[in-house]
Every structure is written in C-alpha cells, then in structure tokens.
Nanobody, 123 residues
C-alpha cells in the first residue's frame, strides 16, 4: 500500500513559478516510479511528468517540456514538480501517482493516487 499527499498548489500569475511536492509513505514508494498528472474541469486526466525510482530518467508531456522539472529525494520520500513560466492553460488539479504497470503516459496504468492540489494561473 502506498499513500500519497500533494502540496504546494495555489493561485499565481502567468509567468510565475510553483513547486509541487508529493510525499509518499509505504514500503514501495522509494522503489516506485512516480508521475504527475493534471485535470482541468471537463477534461480527462492528462500526463504531465514522470520519473523512475532512481530519478535517473524523466519523462514529460509536450505542453510542459522546457518549463517543468520533476525530481525526487528518496531520503525524504518526496517527489517534486518545479513549474516555471506558468500559463493560464496550466490551471488544473495536479495529482501524483505511483506504482505503474504499463505506459507512464496512461493514467490507467497507475495504481495509487493522491487527493490532488489545485493550481490556478491568472492572466
């Protein structure tokens, strides 16, 4: 069993930065890939970024490449999502997920989810 808790969301202006954190508990969290997804009202949950359990490999959705960076600190059981140059279209609830089976890019592949944190970008 893995429990995930997101934090760091908020309301900022376009061009600002935010750093989200995903704190994990459970014996497999530090050995699991972790991903971030986001969901805007009326849309599907979409892939944002993922990292392997070592953090040595990272993956990004096309819309966030070059602006967002995923990283992890396994000594703190925490995965971060640094979001720079935020745009109004980044507004969504952001979720972290763990323990995937299958493609990182598919939300259905992930077994565990946090409750989400709201990110709102004003223009």
């Amino acid at each position: 069993q893995v429990r995930l808790v997101e934090s760091g969301g908020g309301l900022v202006q376009a061009g600002d930065s935010l750093r989200l954190a995903c704190a994990g508990s459970g014996r497999t969290f530090s050995e699991s890939p972790v991903g971030w997804f986001r969901q805007a009202p009326g849309t599907e949950r979409r892939f944002v970024a993922a990292t392997t359990w070592t953090g040595s490999s990272t993956f990004y959705g096309d819309s966030v490449k070059g602006r967002f960076t995923i990283s992890r600190d396994n000594t703190k059981n925490t995965v971060y999502l640094q979001m720079n140059n935020l745009k109004p279209e980044d507004t969504a609830v952001y979720y972290c997920a763990a323990d995937p089976e299958g493609s990182f890019y598919e939300s259905g592949a992930w077994a565990y989810w946090g409750q989400g944190t709201q990110v709102t970008i004003s223009s």
